[in-house]
Structure formats: structure tokens, C-alpha cells
């Protein structure tokens, strides 16, 4: 007779229901798993037999055919250790009770243990849509499972105790479901730290209100990684759906935090220049979010962006464009989202004091220029502000008086994004830094004055229709902020004024 015990699969974001089959037949003892599996798999038949002997049970000494079905897709890693020991104990009749409504998943180690694996909050996902109501899954991963409701996460240690569960000696209780922490704990970093630079601190409200991308560029010691690693303290909380599309990718990734099951803060990445293409933008035989896709619904910030390789920051253009990227390997195509605001610090050139008020830059023309073209206009017009971070000067760095705190800038930012939230109903759209093109013209309406600003912005700066559209979205958030529906010409000369940086130094 053929068992058939339910696991899940996953390729990416995507999960997929597995049956694992299971036959005993006379002949020459053997162990053979087909199905299309990896090595990974193959190898689970020593993990199996060892698992069951050393738990006390009779491994059968027959001819043993597993199927992992459907058997044309691959499958990757050591999550069907597990079904495939449950279907063949389920096999020899040492388990007798109905699994139809069961699934299983999990690495084993030769004692028995149940080890974590990483995916399992999509995993859960998709038995859940599959109508499962007991999912068993490693303890270790029982409350990132338990996240999700309408299924029992069953969380089991080692094969021992599942088995006296379902023999019904030992019941397991189902993990309790995770609540979101609402009241998170506040940040160590805020703005008040932050002397002077009002007019970076004004850049980057409007940049967290709209969720716009930005470049600063300063000499060294202006505060450029100073002010970048204060933004999370502004950003708007996560939704429950942000959450849990953010904790899907920390968890496919592997990187997602015992003790925090579910991501509730947004993220912020800051991988050092020495990255590489594939650990930006993800990669691997079995291509992993890189880290554009890990900052999903977070900041990316990008210090010394120059340094950089060539490679890296290119591969930025797309995502920065489509909000996902795609990543092609011989063994699969995947797409990962990666809806991110891009913070990108640098100097002015190699020795840091182009254009210091006070230190004599010892840099030549050519020098300046090679350093500056390392980062190619497509990629500069992708970035919505560009704001210069002057050096502090001694009275503010002295100054006993408080400065705005990352609260009360929060407040303001969380109104903006209220207003966004009503104005994008039933759209799709997040923020404005993401409207669509096709709504563009609808979501951006321009009083007769700012019109003629923007035409002659336009004609005298040379500007591209990209760099037209990112006016309109950074003049639409500052309009937010001023609480006006219609925008106005003081809303887009200042949004000019965040586009008009490169003709300083690109043009030096």
C-alpha cells in the first residue's frame, strides 16, 4: 500500500503543496527518493534510518521507493527529512492515526531531533490556503508559524514526541499565535542628537513622508551616516500586511531573529561597500534575497556610495524603478520585491573637501571628475533629492539648546502618510513616492503659477521626464506637509532645489 503524507515546498517566494508517497516493497533492501531532488535530499535517507533507529524504532528492512510529488518540480533542501520519516513509520503501521488533514516539514538530525529550516511563515501560508489544520514544524520555527491563523502550529523537538502525539499517549500543544508588538522599543539614536543641519533634516522628513529616495553628499564629519541612521526613528509603523511580506523574505533568507517572529520595525540595511553584485541583489544555485530585497518596506542606505563597485550600484536601477527584482539562474528564475527608500551618502571627492568652506581640497579636476563619474546619471536621476550636508559649524556643535526630537518628527511624517493613505485607496500605491505614471496627473494637480515654474525649470536645466516625475511626487509630498490638496510654486521651487545638486558638482 502507498502512503501519502502532505509537506510543502518553496521556490522563492512561492510556496507549493508536496505529497510525499511512500511504498514498502519485497526484494533487496534499499532506500531510493525520487521526484526531482537535490543532493541535499538524497542524502536524507542516511538522516531518515539513522533518526529511526536511534528513536527506538525498527527501521523495515524492504525495498523503500519515496516520491516527492509532483515529481517535475525540484525540490531544494533538508525540509522533507521529516514527512519522509513520518510516511515510512506511518508505513510499518507504528502510526495509525488519519494525517489527511496534516503536514509536515523539517531537517533531522541522526538522533531524532527536529532541526529549524528557514521559509516556514510562507510555507504556513500555503497549507493554510491548502485547508491544512495541523502543521508540525520544527519548535524552533513555532512561532514564526504561529503568526499566521486558522491552522494549529504544532511545534515538535524531537520524533519521539510526535509520534506519541499522534498515537494520542503525549498531546502537543499547538503554539500560541504571535501578537504584533505594538509598543516597540524605542530606538538608542535620535534627531535631537543631530546639531545644526536643518536643511538636511527638513530633506530627510520630506523624504520619509513620501518614502523618496536620497543622496547626501558632504565632507567627512558633516554628519551625512549620522543623519542616515536616525531615519528609521521618523518612518511611519508597519502595517500587519507589510509585516508579514517583509518577515517572509528575513525568513526564505534565513535571517529572521529568535527572538522577534515577526518583523514589526522596518527594516534598515547598510551593507558595507565591499559587497558584491549577488549579495546586493541576491543569488546563489538557488537564487536568496540579496540585500535590496531584505531592506523591502525599510531603508537601504548606501555610505561612501562611490566605493561601491561598478556592478553593484547599476543593479540598483531597476529595483529602484519596479519596486522587485528578478534574478536568473540555470536552476530557476525568481522574483523577489523590494519596495525600499534608498539613503546614499558620499563625499564631494577622494580626499572629501571639494567645495569646503574652510579646508583647501588637494584633489586635481581630473581626480574630482573620475570620482563623481563613478556614479552614472541614470542612477542619479533615479534618486528623487540630493542634498548637501555643510560642514557643523562650532556654535551649533556648542549649543545647549534641544533639538527636535525623532518623535515629534514622526507625528508630522505619520500625518503625511494619512493623508497618502486616503488619497491611494483601493489603488495599490503606498506612498507618493510610488505613484504610477497613468496617475500622475490626477494625484499631482498643479495651480497656474507652479506650472510655469515647473516649464521653466524644465527648459532651463535640461531636465529628463524622469527627473519631471520625481519633481511632481517630492512637490506632492511637500504640498502634503503644507496641507494643501493643490500644488503650489513654493512647493516646487523647493523640490527643484533637491534636483539642481548635480549641476554643483557633475558639471565641475
Known amino acids: 500500500m502507498v502512503v501519502k503524507i502532505k509537506s510543502i515546498g518553496i521556490l522563492g517566494m ?25 543532493a541535499s535530499i538524497k542524502e536524507s535517507r542516511d538522516r531518515v534510518r539513522s533518526a529511526v533507529r536511534n528513536c527506538g524504532f525498527e527501521f523495515p528492512v524492504k525495498k523503500i521507493i519515496v516520491n516527492l510529488a509532483p515529481a517535475d518540480v525540484k525540490k531544494y533542501g533538508s525540509i522533507y527529512d521529516f514527512p519522509i520519516l513520518i510516511s515510512i513509520l506511518y508505513a510499518t503501521g507504528m502510526i495509525q492515526r488519519d494525517l489527511e488533514d496534516c503536514a509536515f516539514i523539517g531537517e533531522l538530525s541522526l538522533s531524532g531531533d527536529v532541526r529549524p529550516v528557514n521559509g516556514v511563515l510562507p510555507m504556513v501560508i500555503q497549507a493554510r490556503q491548502s485547508r491544512i489544520k495541523q502543521f508540525f514544524v520544527p519548535a524552533a520555527n513555532a512561532s514564526e508559524g504561529a503568526v499566521v491563523e486558522g491552522i494549529d502550529i504544532i511545534p515538535v523537538a524531537n520524533v519521539q514526541e510526535v509520534v506519541m502525539h499522534l498515537r494520542g499517549e503525549k498531546a502537543i500543544a499547538p503554539a500560541k499565535p504571535a501578537v504584533p508588538d505594538k509598543s516597540l522599543p524605542e530606538l538608542p539614536l535620535d534627531f535631537s542628537d543631530v546639531k545644526g543641519q536643518y536643511a538636511a533634516k527638513r530633506a530627510l522628513e520630506i523624504a520619509a513622508g513620501g518614502g523618496h529616495n536620497i543622496l547626501l553628499i558632504g565632507s567627512p564629519g558633516s554628519g551625512k551616516s549620522m543623519l542616515a541612521k536616525r531615519v528609521p526613528t521618523i518612518l511611519p509603523d508597519m502595517t500587519f500586511d507589510e509585516m508579514i511580506e517583509t518577515t517572509k523574505i528575513h525568513s526564505i533568507a534565513g535571517v529572521l531573529s529568535k527572538d522577534s517572529p515577526l518583523v514589526s520595525r522596518r527594516p534598515f540595511r547598510s551593507p558595507h561597500h565591499t559587497v558584491s553584485y549577488a549579495g546586493l541583489s541576491g543569488g546563489g544555485t538557488i537564487p536568496r534575497p540579496g540585500e535590496i530585497s531584505l531592506a523591502h518596506n525599510g531603508v537601504l542606505f548606501l555610505d561612501e556610495l562611490p566605493e561601491f563597485s561598478k556592478n553593484a550600484m547599476e543593479i540598483l536601477r531597476q529595483p529602484l524603478e519596479d519596486g522587485s527584482i528578478t534574478i536568473s539562474r540555470v536552476s530557476a528564475t525568481l522574483t523577489y ?63 545647549s539648546k534641544k533639538s527636535e526630537t525623532s518623535a515629534e518628527i514622526k507625528q508630522r511624517v505619520d500625518r503625511v502618510r494619512e493623508i497618502q493613505n486616503e488619497r491611494f485607496q483601493n489603488t495599490g500605491i503606498t506612498c507618493n513616492a510610488r505613484i504610477t505614471p497613468a496617475l500622475l496627473s490626477q494625484m499631482c494637480p498643479l495651480d497656474d503659477e507652479a506650472k510655469t515654474a515647473l ?54
Not at 526484494?27 to 537535490?38: A, H, K, N, S, T
Not at 577622494?350 to 588637494?362: I, M, V
Not at 500644488?487 to 523647493?494: L, M, S
Open 337 to 399: 520585491p523590494c519596495s525600499i527608500m534608498l539613503i546614499a551618502a558620499m563625499n564631494p571627492c577622494p580626499c572629501g573637501y571639494f567645495g569646503h568652506p574652510a579646508k583647501q581640497c588637494t584633489c586635481s579636476k581630473k581626480m574630482v571628475s573620475a570620482y563623481l563619474s563613478k556614479i552614472s546619471g541614470p542612477l542619479l536621476d533615479r534618486i528623487d533629492l540630493h542634498i548637501e550636508v555643510p560642514p557643523v559649524e562650532f556654535k551649533a556643535l556648542s549649543s
Open 14 to 38: 512561492d510556496s507549493f503543496d508536496v505529497t510525499v508517497e511512500t511504498d514498502l516493497l519485497r526484494g533487496i533492501p534499499g532506500f531510493d527518493i525520487v521526484g526531482l531532488p537535490d
Open 455 to 508: 516649464q521653466k525649470a524644465f527648459d532651463s536645466l535640461g531636465l529628463s521626464g524622469r527627473a519631471y516625475d520625481k519633481i511632481l511626487k517630492v512637490s506632492r509630498t511637500i504640498a502634503d506637509m503644507d496641507g494643501s490638496e493643490v500644488i503650489k510654486q513654493v512647493h516646487i521651487y523647493e523640490a527643484i532645489q533637491y534636483r539642481s545638486l548635480d549641476r554643483k558638482y557633475w558639471t565641475a
